[in-house]
């Protein structure tokens, strides 16, 4: 049992408004979030231990019909793309809540713009260098004569999102049009890969305190499939600034790490920290979210912004001025379903991804992953 302050008829110590601030913030969220350790404001290895052992969610995003993917990556750089390649045009949408994107093309996404279907959609490291990816992915697709036809040829629509991890690896060496184009002649129906792969090749995550404290991301997918037939799946490239959790207990797995090397919240650093160690923009999480679902443009759009949540659940801070957080949201048509019911089951098949790429990520370039300190 915990010592009352005024045991033993001691009178209370001294509490700085710091420290006032800090229990009470930590007392707060350790009530909004079962069974996490905000309240202790770090996470041991031990006490991680005491429950059950997360398990990796079952499926991948090309359980979804009219879905294929492919990886590159360069494991010495610590970077690569990931390629999602519709096997015909499809309805998208998209929703960015990070306040430092990289993008492509999501401009056209918007419902009032004319175009309604997308070729493939990039996922990629390198920062703004690696868009270029993309010109690559565009190339391949020509190739297949899949596009927007514009009456002289086909113009192919892939939109795409990037991750900052040139901290990690090689800061020189990012996608270029070549390795998207390899990525997109590589895509099959074959289960995805998880981990220090594609796009999650040099994801970290709990920079809150800076590299030296951080873990490393990945790139995770899951998906869910219904009697009626509607599949859901998900696959997205972890890259916070903020630390990962388990949304069933709070269980902090991967995320800034203190002196002695238990994972300590977030929070708890920004309260601590005069000067936030983080760069603005040097994050993001982005993901794709995808069904099987009679959807239009408009629908894919509200589908977008619902996955969000899939984050919120997961990644704590999220959409924060050192991320990018950006969710496209495909549909390729075959089965009748609501907005509502899609969006819901892309919030818990997200969910389900983000922690797939934390368990399995390795280590790399210095950074430990999960399960290194387990």
């Known amino acids: 049992m915990a010592k009352d302050w005024k045991d033993e008829g001691q009178v209370a110590p001294a509490v700085s408004r ?9 007392l707060g969220l350790a009530a909004a979030v079962p069974g996490s350790f905000l309240a202790a404001g770090s996470a041991t290895g031990q006490e991680a ?13 090309v359980d979804v019909p009219g879905v294929k993917v492919g990886q590159v990556q360069n494991e010495e750089a610590l970077t690569g793309c ?5 096997e015909k045009g499809s309805s998208c949408g998209v929703d960015v809540r990070g306040s430092a994107p990289g993008t492509r093309e999501t401009d056209l996404l918007n419902p009032i713009n004319s ?49 900052f991890d040139l901290s990690i690896g090689s800061a020189k060496i990012r996608p270029d049009q070549q390795m998207g184009y390899e990525a997109a002649r590589l895509a099959s ?15 970290t995550v709990g920079k809150m305190a800076g590299m030296k404290r951080a873990m490393k991301g990945g790139l995770g997918t899951a998906s869910r499939r219904l009697p009626n037939g ?36 977030s929070l708890s650093w920004m309260i601590d920290a ?47 001025m050192s991320d990018g957080d950006t969710i496209f949201a495909i549909a390729t048509g075959g089965v009748d379903a609501s907005v509502n019911l899609v969006g819901t089951l892309s919030v818990e098949v997200l969910a389900e991804a983000v922690v797939n790429a934390i368990l399995s990520a390795k280590g790399a370039g210095g950074v430990p992953a999960y399960q290194d300190l387990r």
Not at 18 to 26: D, E, G, N, P, W
Not at 49 to 61: D, H, M, N, V, W
């Open 82 to 86: 990931t390629v999602i390649v519709l």
């Open 115 to 163: 175009v309604q279907e997308v070729n493939a959609v990039v996922l990629t490291g390198g920062s703004a260098y690696g868009l270029d990816a993309a010109s690559g992915v565009m190339r391949y697709m020509e190739e297949q004569g899949q596009g927007y036809n514009v009456g002289v040829g086909v113009v192919p629509i892939i939109p795409a999102a990037v991750i």
């Open 49 to 61: 231990s005491e429950g059950k052992k997360p398990k990796l969610a079952g499926g991948t995003i």
């Open 230 to 265: 509607l599949v859901v799946g998900a696959i997205v490239a972890v890259n916070a600034v903020g630390e990962v959790r388990l949304p069933s207990t709070g269980e902090i797995l991967a995320g800034a790490r203190g002196e002695d090397g238990n994972i300590r919240d």
């Open 189 to 203: 129906k074959q289960p995805v890969q998880q981990g220090n792969v594609g796009a999650g090749t040099g994801a």
């Open 18 to 26: 710091r420290k006032f601030l800090q229990r009470t913030a930590m």
């Open 274 to 320: 005069a000067t936030p160690p983080v760069p603005s923009g040097t994050n993001t999480t982005i993901a794709v979210v995808a069904s099987n679902a009679n959807l239009n443009k408009v629908q894919a759009n509200k589908v977008a912004q619902m996955a969000h949540n899939g984050l919120a659940k997961t990644i704590h801070p999220v959409h924060t």
